[in-house]
């Protein structure tokens, strides 16, 4: 779980940074809205590169294992984080800047396209795991909050220590330095683990770890509803997730007057009742199904929505930290079960490419595009309503993906390799 918390924290810092400053500093402009839009751009140029990653790791990881494909995630998210730290700015290379920045960004989607499916399976893929699969998948799902908490801490803490101008011009860089550190101990964690139980098996029945030559067209011959019901319902924690936390986050800050340090703190706080949520939601989905707090958590979410904008826009931080933390304790519901629901949507042999894949399509879909597009339709529309519309709309498509897909296994079912 180390590993996977790394590189959440190294994702999600590359978010909060291009909410908060890297918009004037790699897309200057004599506009702010405009230099924020590219900047919340960049952060989605990953996403797009997320299915790429998802494929070509899930297609590793199917073949050789999950364990080496995890270690190489974590060693190109390091590489790509710590470089951003040491980036000329546009006002030192000029268009160079932009173009290197993308590029990074598009190095950490690759990574993190390959993290999640393998990091869910080292866990629920493990002997000993059936009767705790929901919650064990939870605590790989809480990854993402405590990364963004580790993020958002230092960045808070980083700011506070010295001025906004000094933060503005250097010090935003000590956070992405920093992160070389939390990867040199991530990878001699990961790399002292064992491989999970259920592939061994796989293994150990076909004799040759090339189980399956390619596993992405496996996936779609064996299971191609479960591929399109995982699409739908990470549309769902994807969506809702980056608006709260990316969006939302710039809204307090450069739209409500919020400042840096406590637009970080809401949604810190915020941070932390979601992974509590998350936890509880998994280990409830070891009692009654995975479905029921799964519902719970999405229509919650998307009836909320419309309560969020404008309890920020009250200028009253208790009431705008209401609205952060009740928005992700109900994403928090909806993300909690998903990652053990996911893995039992696939069998064995392409469950790696088929978790990655239809995570990572709904996170360019939920993820990539919602934080822009929310820019542009308070830029349109100079209203939060159309923009909490849109975020309903997509929690409807995920409710009824959860609700009408045939599950491929029960969460009683002991044994993994049965999908």
Known sequence: MVGTVIEWFDFNLFGAMAALVLGPLFFPSDNPLTSTLLSLATFGVAFVARPFGGVLFGHFGDRYGRKKALVLALLMMGVGTFAIGLLPTYASIGIAAPILLVTLRLLQ???LGGEYGGAVL?????????????????????ASPIGY???????????????????????????????????????YIRMSLEESQAFKDVVEQSKTPEVVKIPFVEMFKRYPRSVFSSIGAALGIHAGYYLSIIFALAYARNDVG????????????????????ILASGHI??????????????????????ALFPLIATHNALLAGLGFSVGLIFLGALFGPMSTWLAELFGTQVRYTGISFGYTIAAVIGGGITP????????????????????????????????????????????????
């Open 285 to 306: 989905s070891d009692k009654v199904g995975r479905r029921a707090p799964m519902l719970v958590g999405v229509i919650g979410f998307a009836v909320w929505v419309f």
């Open 149 to 187: 908490i580790l993020s958002a801490g230092l960045i808070a803490i980083t700011s506070a220590l010295m001025p906004e101008d000094a933060f503005n011009s250097w010090g935003w860089r000590v956070p992405f330095l920093l992160s070389a550190v939390m990867v040199i101990v991530g990878l």
């Open 109 to 111: 989607g690759l990574a």
């Open 122 to 142: 080292m866990v629920v893929e493990h002997e000993g795991a059936a009767k705790r699969r929901g919650l064990l998948g939870a605590w790989m799902g809480s």
């Open 372 to 419: 822009a597009l929310a820019v542009a339709l308070m830029d349109r529309f100079d209203s939060t309503i159309p923009i909490s519309v849109f975020a309903a709309a997509i929690a409807v498509i995920a409710f009824l993906t959860i609700l009408f897909t045939r599950h491929g296994l029960s969460h009683k079912e002991e044994d993994l390799n049965n999908v």
């Open 258 to 277: 919020f400042s840096a340090t406590s637009s970080l703190v809401m949604v810190l706080i915020a941070s932390v009742f979601y992974f509590f949520a």
